[in-house]
């Protein structure tokens, strides 16, 4: 059979207050002419649909036109929410999902058997598949009350809970020698790399798992979570399949691709990776103003989105000779290398005894911006308002 895992699609991020919508669009638009290309029989999309746990109408639009769109190349299709998206608002859209013919797993159900979605293809290759919604730590063993459980297993590490959910769900659904045994997950596993525009408190702490929790007698693993496409080690195939976008300026480098997989109940998974057309890309400039005055002529036809390190001391009105250089500068910053290292950093004089503008000064100096024209500014503006 063949399979098309995608996952972190994140519709409705913005990006430094600038709405991506078109991006995202067409990032999709791209992932279903692939999947019109490739005619897998399974599209599976590891999670994080939405950006936020509220997501716009809009985005909700284009979220269930992406997924009919899937459903319509003739594939099944099995989506579940990440940790990004609102589980119940998800499973809320069951009703339409069930009609479209979409398999959409908001949250973890009471009953275990909701989990394990299974098919046919069309050449006759049984499957079934294990969708496991992003799982909080609060809710790791509130999912595991269907079982019953020991004081000692209630204890657990979340990675102990979730081996002991996944174990229980595949001897479930893993039993037939002739069925290809699926999973999708979203959580972060041991040993991969992140993209560089995930939400750290889920992707660190006590939310990193290692592989062995995955039931050796899988398939293939699709996960979500990390943007970056990526292949683990482990005693079964796992794979994240990273985002069709770059989500933030920190996967600027990332290819924003999906994966595609030809497994049998027989063989092992073969998975390859097809990249998708880049939309507008993400990039960081650094110099100073001279030397990005130069690199400006460059990037004149070039419709990237940027983010500026400027290697020049703070002033008054260098924000906007840059803005003026480059018009397409969502984020614009002192370069960290041309500041007083904190270390180095004189005390504070003390404050008592001393006028406002005294101490604007010497915090401007403090903070590496000694800047004439910033002081005189800041005295004009409080002899106006202090009289």
Known sequence: MRILHTSDWHVGKVLKGRSRTGEQIAA???VVQIA???????????GDLFDVAAPSPEATKIVTRALSALRATGAEV??????????????ALRSWADAAGINLRGRISDNPADHIVSGTTKGGEAWRCVALPFLSQRYA????????????????????????????????????????NLLTAHLTVVGGTMGGGERDAHCILGYAVPSSVFPSNAHYVALGHLHRAQLLPGACPIRYSGSPIAVDFGEQENRPSVTMVEVTA????????VELPSVTPLRTLR????????????????DAWLRVYVAEPPRAGLREQVQELYPRALEIRVDPSVLPDAATRTARPQRSGRSAPELFADYLTHRGHADTATKSLFERLYTEVAG
Not at 266 to 273: D, E, N
Request: proline letters at 2%.
């Open 141 to 180: 063993v509130r999912a595991l009350e269907m079982f019953d459980l020991t004081e000692a297993e209630a204890q657990a590490t979340y990675a102990d809970h979730l081996a002991r959910l996944m174990a229980r769900l595949a001897e479930q659904a893993f039993g037939d020698p002739k069925t290809v």
């Open 36 to 46: 019109q290309a490739e005619q897998p029989d399974l599209i599976i999309v590891a």
């Open 28 to 30: 999709l638009h791209a």
């Open 266 to 273: 027989q063989t092992s998974a073969q998975a390859r990776t």
């Open 287 to 302: 110099g100073t103003l001279e030397e990005l005055t130069v690199q400006a002529e460059a990037q004149a036809e070039d």
């Open 78 to 91: 099995v989506a579940i929410a990440g940790n990004h998206d609102n589980g119940a608002a998800l499973d």
